[in-house]
């Protein structure tokens, strides 16, 4: 039987899945892992671009996007293994995030779940690292405004559990999915992932499931970056129907039982935040179709580029044949320790700067930490691979 079981689930995003795997190969040195892709039924070539990269991934191809959990589900039936990790395809995981989760799980018999900390791509910590179950109350604290007034308060910040340490492992209610390892005893004693949800609230549903049957999830201090949003297109009207629906389906499987007058408001600030971001996305959308979307030169973004002497040329040779501008420093992990901090005249303090990491001169741990210190929203995290001539980011691929 195998240590750990790690499943992605792919849908048109292969140059993100690609960086996965690579950071996955990095992270599991020394550990017996296997690793899935479930892709649902992609138009990009992703298994034809991906297979030959990684014949030792093993490569599952639908016929139809089955969603999130029931992909997930497949690739979980098919393996053995003692753990399993279920990792969104948008996600670079850092050397020992991996090594920590396992370790930890291998210490505490009765830990059902654990989630990492998860950094966006300017190096903010993602909130969603640590959250409450969404009763009710809880859900209606969120939508109303006091979750993000009172993020510390025990109550009215229980959504986030922002009450808790950053820096040490914390036992929490819900592992976000996009970086969820759990033991496989447990899905075998509380069931497989509900595919009621075809996207968002099945990592909700499974890990209040654990709890229920006596299980303890918890958070790690160790760090994955998380592009959030590169899988999914949010921008869209169905990602706004199928994320409030998912909201809609859990509340009515686990609360069911309340009284109306306890869920009916919430059931109506459900709807009223769907009507909301609804009405913004098709003025958004109007706005992009008149033309006032255009950029200005003075909009686009800059990059800085920080690596390795012998790959300084081939950046630059990408960058020209893509038509971007970029500064470039030569550094690495010894001569260049804090990154970008290092040169802090590069970067714009009125519009965003991509720093370019080498991936070669740089561990991935050691650019989350830059990259956490310097936590901007100006600035956003870009990768280098040389030997496929690759620059990705939260926005574009450069090949």
């Not at 869209?236 to 009515?252: E, Q």
Request: aromatic share 14%.
């Amino acid at each position: 039987m195998k240590k750990l079981t790690i499943v992605i689930v792919n849908y048109n995003v292969k140059y993100y899945v690609e960086q996965c795997i690579r950071s996955v190969k990095r992270a599991t040195e020394g550990i017996d892992a296997e690793v899935y892709v479930v892709d649902n039924h992609s138009h990009d070539g992703s298994v034809e671009y991906l297979r030959p990269l990684f014949p030792d991934v093993t490569f599952i191809e639908s016929n139809h996007n089955l969603g999130f959990s029931r992909a997930n589900n497949i690739a979980i039936s098919q393996s053995e293994s003692k753990y399993v990790l279920l990792l969104n395809p948008d996600t670079i995981v850092g050397e020992d995030a991996i090594r920590h989760s396992v370790d930890f799980m291998d210490a505490h018999p009765d830990a059902g779940a654990v989630g990492v900390k998860m950094l966006y791509g300017n190096g903010i910590k993602a909130k969603e690292s640590r959250r409450g179950v969404p009763t009710p109350l809880t859900s209606f604290y969120k939508m109303c405004g006091l979750c993000a007034r009172y993020p510390q308060h025990p109550k009215y910040g229980k959504y986030y559990m922002g009450y808790l340490p950053w820096d040490k492992p914390s036992e929490i209610e819900i592992v976000s999915g996009a970086c969820l390892m759990v033991r496989r005893n447990a899905i075998e004693e509380i069931g497989l992932m509900d595919e009621d949800y075809f996207m968002y609230g099945e990592d909700i549903d499974l890990s209040y499931r654990l709890l229920q049957k006596g299980w303890h999830n918890w958070y790690l201090p160790a760090t994955i970056l998380h592009y959030k949003g590169e899988s999914t297109e949010k921008s869209s009207f169905r990602y706004v129907h199928v994320f409030y629906d998912a909201m809609l389906i859990f509340l009515r499987k686990h609360f069911g039982y309340l009284g109306f007058w306890i869920t009916i408001p919430v059931k109506i600030a459900i709807f009223f935040k769907a009507f909301i971001e609804m009405i913004s996305m098709f003025l958004k959308f109007m706005r992009k179709s008149l033309g006032f979307n255009i950029l200005r030169k003075k909009d686009y973004p800059d990059y800085v580029f920080i690596g390795k002497k012998e790959n300084l040329a081939k950046c630059e040779l990408l960058a020209r044949k893509k038509g971007i501008t970029v500064q470039y420093v030569e550094g690495d992990s010894l001569t260049c320790p804090d990154g970008h901090l290092q040169f802090p005249r590069m970067m714009s303090a009125r519009k965003l700067t991509y720093i370019i990491y080498d991936t070669t001169a740089y561990s991935m741990q050691q650019i989350f930490a830059v990259m956490e210190k310097s936590a901007n929203h100006l600035i956003q995290l870009g990768t280098f691979y040389p030997d496929r001539n690759i620059i990705i980011t939260d926005q574009e691929i450069l090949t």
